[in-house]
């Protein structure tokens, strides 16, 4: 069990404890701390496509939970689609009689079997799904329940009814979106909210020091719906992981050399990963861990999800909570990244400077 210092300094929906290395976060508006870092375990059971991401067995699972948990992570997340269900199974082994001591996550709308309605966000599918994850999770409830991305083919209304009918009847606490659009969250927001249904809580997304597209409209919806936010791939599939150099071949077991995602603007990638390696030359910290620490100090981010294969991963990971950067730092990497301003955006940011009466007229 997790216990929290008294001594603590609240800003928004940040909290950062005065002692210890692992900082717990406010999941949203709901009460619920979080660490800052999330277990992933996408990596789990490596079955299919899934092979390609992480082949980690029950055996080796049980350790890095058990490390994670002893590290002071809270937050795990998963998906029923991962391995086919065999990440959620391990997974729900591996947290045992600890799982009461976590915040659980899982998701749902990717294929689960050969049929015709055996994917999507369906009342039917949802319905199925959330069942058959309870029972490989071995849990009677899940903390967190997100949709896994968009279904075209199915109501905005009758997700967010079917979602708010699970939250009710108590197989789910709080819910979630992942890989959607701005207008899109907001909207089923707005129909969750003309019901009195319940909103989502948070967003996952992938954000990166490499890739940082949510910026321009994901991250002020997120502020303005009080969101909490997840990150996914937060070394950007391993390229900011120190093992891609300009001109130089990846090493055998580097994940983008048979499995190249997510995208990622590589050459201007090469010259983030430089800056990367001359400040973590200040910390004596590795390329990844300068990374996962960038994602820290955004007040933005709920959690980082680390995904990782082997024990040294995680170890490098857990050991990123301990970097705190100076603001000429923060600058650095702020501008070798920041990403190229889009249309409408500059046009908004343009004519806003006439709008401060205490701005001299041009």
């Known amino acids: ?54 082949q980690v067995q029950q055996d080796e699972a049980n350790k890095m939970v058990s490390r994670a948990l002893d590290a002071g992570i809270n937050f795990f997340d998963t998906a029923n689609v991962y391995s086919k269900g065999l990440s959620e199974e391990i997974l729900g082994k591996a947290l045992g009689s600890r799982r009461k ?30 069942e058959e994850s309870l029972k490989r999770l071995g849990t009677d409830y899940i903390d967190l329940y997100q949709i896994h991305g968009l279904d075209i083919y199915t109501s905005f209304e009758d997700t967010m009814q079917t979602l708010n009918d699970l939250v009710r009847e108590g197989k789910v606490r709080y819910i979630g979106a992942s890989n959607h659009m701005a207008w899109q969250i907001t ?16 967003l996952q997304a992938y954000y990166s020091v490499g890739a940082r597209d949510l910026e321009r409209e994901t991250v002020p919806m997120l502020k303005d719906q009080n969101m909490g936010l997840m990150v996914w791939s937060p070394l950007s599939g391993g390229f900011l992981s120190g093992k891609y150099k300009r001109n130089q071949s990846p090493q055998s077991d580097a994940r983008r050399k048979d499995f190249d995602f997510p995208p990622i603007n590589k050459e201007r990638a090469y010259d983030i990963v430089e800056v990367m390696e001359e400040i973590g030359a200040n910390h004596n910290a590795s390329v990844a861990q300068v990374a996962l620490a960038w994602l820290r100090h955004k007040e933005v981010v709920t959690s980082i999800i680390i995904g990782v294969k082997r024990m040294d991963q995680l170890e490098d990971n857990i050991k990123s909570t301990e970097i705190r950067f100076s603001q000429d730092e923060l600058n650095k990497l702020d501008e070798i990244s920041r990403p190229e301003p889009e249309y409408p955006g500059w046009m908004t940011e343009r004519m806003q400077a006439d709008r401060n009466p205490n701005t001299p007229q041009q």
């Open 187 to 202: 909207k089923m927001n707005g129909i969750a909210e003309k019901h009195g249904w319940d909103k989502f809580k948070t």
């Open 1 to 54: 069990m997790n216990h929290y210092p008294l001594e603590t300094v609240i800003v928004k929906y940040k909290i950062i404890t005065l002692g210890g290395n692992m900082k717990y976060n406010l999941l949203s508006d709901t009460g619920l701390f979080v660490s800052e870092l999330c277990f992933g375990a996408m990596s789990f059971g490596g079955t299919g496509m899934w092979q390609n991401i992480g």
């Open 101 to 130: 001591d976590v915040v659980l996550a899982t998701k749902v709308r990717g294929r689960m079997g050969e049929g015709v309605n055996d994917l999507g966000l369906s009342r039917v599918h949802i319905r199925q799904q959330v």
